[in-house]
Every structure is written in C-alpha cells, then in structure tokens.
Nanobody, 124 residues
Framework: VQLQASGGGLVQAGGSLRLSCAAS????????MAWFRQAPGKEREFVAG????????WYADSVKGRFTISRDNAENTVFLQMNSLKPEDTAVYYC??????????????????WGQGTLVTVSS
C-alpha cells in the first residue's frame, strides 16, 4: 500500500490550495483516510478525516469551516481543499490510511499507512 501526496506550494494568506493523495490498490474504497500536518518545531497533528463507507468527515477545530476533505473512490484519491489559509497553516501535510475505517480517528497510532508529505507555506 502506497500513498502519494501532492499539491503543496507557496500561497499568500487568505488564498487556497487543494492537496491530493493518490492511493495504490483499492484501499481508498475501504479504508478511512486522513490528513495530518507537522509545522516546524512542532509535533504532527490531526487535520481532517473521512470514512470509506459513508463518507462521514471530522476536522480539527483549527480548520473547521476552512478545510474540506473529500474522496473519489473510483480514482483512489483523497483531497483536502484548504481555503482562507493562514500563516499558522504552514506545515508539511501528510495523508494516512486506517484499514479499520474507524470513525473520528485522530491519533496517528490508528493509521497504518502514510504518504511522504507535501509542503504548504502560507506567507503573511
């Protein structure tokens, strides 16, 4: 199982970016998927998650109303639409997969597979 994250870049505060996570195999159709991020000098933190069967989503309070996670099971891809970006959103963003498709999984330990990360830089 391999995850490939892409879409990061440099954007001004208030701008938008869309991250993609392409999954090998058919895991996107049965695994919960999530995005985490790690800012310089900080621990990795949960951002958003989405279940496989019912598409239920959950978000960190810091991104609610600004970020939207979605998935395209036919394309085995998960997306993170990020709007109204702030300098504090600057981080390396990682996608992750949970084979048990758990609801509201926010702990890194619950995710077995990880992408390589894509850097998002938001300038003020």
């Amino acid at each position: 199982v391999q995850l490939q994250a892409s879409g990061g870049g440099l954007v001004q505060a208030g701008g938008s970016l869309r991250l993609s996570c392409a999954a090998s195999g058919r895991i996107a159709s049965s695994y919960a998927m999530a995005w985490f991020r790690q800012a310089p000098g900080k621990e990795r933190e949960f951002v958003a998650g989405i279940r496989a069967n019912d598409g239920r989503t959950w978000y960190a309070d810091s991104v609610k109303g600004r970020f939207t996670i979605s998935r395209d099971n036919a394309e085995n891809t998960v997306f993170l639409q990020m709007n109204s970006l702030k300098p504090e959103d600057t981080a390396v963003y990682y996608c992750a997969a949970d084979p048990l498709n758990r609801w509201y999984a926010v702990s890194q330990a619950l995710y077995d597979y990880w992408g390589q990360g894509t850097l998002v830089t938001v300038s003020s």
